[in-house]
DNA sequence: TGACAAACCGACCGATCGTGCTTTTAATGG
DNA sequence: CCATTAAAAGCACGATCGGTCGGTTTGTCA
């Protein structure tokens, strides 16, 4: 029989769970230098050590592989973005630490160059109906209600002042970060971090409580 | 047979030259749904109803090609959104112009989607020494000058006070902008419009004189 | 340990990729 | 009107694409 495939086993995992993570993990960088489409089995293959077809194996169809990419993209950007906003008190400090952890993964310490969500979105903008699509519009959209959530929580502890359209906010706080990935990752402009950082402060400020009188 | 088609036909212009043309405003259309990379001689042959080699006999090599693409790009861009604001009198009516143009560039009312100069700026970004790459590097530090300049001539004619940073502007600008692309293009949220402008009035406010006491 | 399923491989398919080379067709100029 | 030249087609190449299939290795459990 089957052996117990229990969720979230990550001791016991067998052969081919740990296969999957590891062509996953090449498929991020690969990804990551030519982009999603250009993403191809046989060079994914040989990057992993295996061949095509048992590379195959783990993912019926080239949109699966795509999928399977996307879901751990999310995975890794909840872990290393989201999770650690929601481990700082709420109010202002969330939202400091919201910036700061996306700033980072934007850098990208790791291999990873530049939010590879953001890339993907314009890749698959016009693919309607596209299950990778669907699913990145699905993951932006929770990343909106995030930052939306979280200034209201910046209301909420009296940190903001209450008339803030939090939307509103949220759509600034994400155009700073997604020019920092324009001006760092493309134009490689050595000011990028200080320009998103007093961007950001600006809008702090104007979000903050009897910031103007009128 | 003289095809006076009525699409822009030029008065001494050669058929090579008028074919050319024609390639290129295809490969605009092509680019615009499946990328820039995914731009194939074949698909472009069939679009502008050519044989792979004779379409090939136009540009030596695909690059150039691409390059083509691009510089075709920038020509319009040029042409409908930087001199329309040019034409605008200086000052703050310069910079709504500018911020207009781009939104309807990046709104399409033409047929292409979204801003494809922000779209291959994504799928070029590690791609150092592509010249692909290069080229856009150059248009889109020209863009920054454009807005940065203009915002200049805001502070000359009084509208912006002078302590204004217009580097720091600039990427405000732009972000919003960006942000547009996004929630227009991929998201399609009907009201993204709407939250550009608003952030954009935001931004002038906080950039007109005496707005706040430092 | 033996059996059986999971994991993996090598060969192969048709299609398409970018790019040459040769030939034919069409435009142009004297 | 014809000769020259430019433009396009025809054809073929090696490589790679996503994907299939039959068979072999390897891990796992009774």
Known sequence: MRPAEAKGDIKGESKGEHTRRVIISRAL???SEVGFEGLSIGTLAQEAKLSKSGLF???KSKEALQLGVVQELINRYTLQVVQ??????RGEPRLRVLFDKKLEWITGASELRGCLLQKASLEYDNRSGHPVRERLVQALQDWREVIARSAQGAIDTGHFRADLDTDQFAYEFDGILMMYQHRHGFMREHDAAERARAAFASLLERSQRRSRPR
């Open 57 to 59: 194996a783990h993912f």
């Open 29 to 31: 960088g690969i990804v």
């Open 84 to 89: 650690p906003a929601l481990a700082a008190p």
